[in-house]
């Protein structure tokens, strides 16, 4: 109910969480105009109602645009709806979904992610039906910068979307899951790490004396090896190395200097 609404929001506001109601008809977007949330989510099924999409544009408050059930061409039509009122695309999200409840792996699509990105330059994010984490994880691995996910305090209970639904321990694995791949995702520039700049000297081979070596000797396959630590000349010098004369006496096992 409306009043409800007014509970669940001023419980958010104690929480600092951020509360965000959708709307299914023209009568709730007004409801909802009066509580004066940050942005909108817009549910697959109203993607090509004209006049719901039009009260929301004329808002100019960002929006969340859920995608099941649509072909591309849908998708720009709902995008156009919002471009045509002046928006810019960094204030437009649009979600990949499938429209089951609980969607089957093979119905995910996840890859869609990456052809909505191509496709219409906004953000995109995942509206994930499926059971478990999966999933949802895998779509920030592809770029998605949202997660939509069901919860529910209890799986068994009646009604069509606690199946797909996480429970509170579930929801908190989820967060921390996405966090951690956010994380790991990094930005994309090889090169190595701070730890991995530590390790360098010790993974890495360096070229040693595989036996008593005298001043003058021939360097080559016969009396040099390759072994850890890097030491004084590091593997990547073998060429450069073999064929010239040795400068002193290197001991069995010594580092090579040239």
């Not at 600092?16 to 109601?21: D, P, R, Y």
């Not at 090889?190 to 890495?204: C, F, H, Q, S, W």
């Not at 060429?239 to 040795?246: I, L, N, Q």
């Amino acid at each position: 109910s409306k009043e409800d609404h007014l509970v669940l929001l001023n419980h958010c506001k104690l929480r600092e969480i951020q509360f965000l109601s959708t709307a299914f008809d023209l009568d709730s977007v007004d409801f909802l105009i009066g509580l004066d949330l940050p942005y909108w989510k817009i549910p697959s099924g109203e993607i090509t109602h004209v006049p719901y999409l039009e009260r929301i544009a004329a808002t100019g408050k960002p929006v969340f645009i859920s995608t099941g059930m649509a072909y591309l061409g849908e998708i720009e039509f709902a995008l156009d709806q919002f471009l045509r009122n002046g928006y810019s695309r960094e204030f437009i999200t649009i979600l990949h979904c499938t429209t089951d409840y609980p969607a089957r792996f093979s119905d995910l699509n996840l890859n869609a992610i990456r052809s909505l990105q191509a496709a219409f330059g906004t953000g995109v994010g995942y509206s994930d039906h499926s059971s478990g984490l999966e999933a949802s994880v895998a779509a920030v691995a592809l770029g998605a910068t949202v997660i939509e996910k069901h919860f529910t305090v209890d799986r068994t209970l009646p009604g069509p979307d606690h199946r797909a639904s996480l429970e509170p321990d579930e929801l908190a694995g989820l967060v921390r899951a996405i966090r951690n791949v956010s994380a790991a995702l990094g930005d994309g520039l090889k090169g190595p790490t701070e730890p991995e700049l530590a390790n360098r000297p010790i993974v890495r081979k360096g070229i040693y004396a595989s036996r008593s070596i005298q001043a003058g000797d021939l360097l080559g396959p016969e009396n040099l090896v390759c072994k850890r630590p890097v030491g004084k000349l590091p593997a990547e010098l073998w060429s450069r190395v073999v064929g010239k004369k040795a400068s002193r006496d290197f001991a069995m096992g010594e580092s090579l200097e040239l």
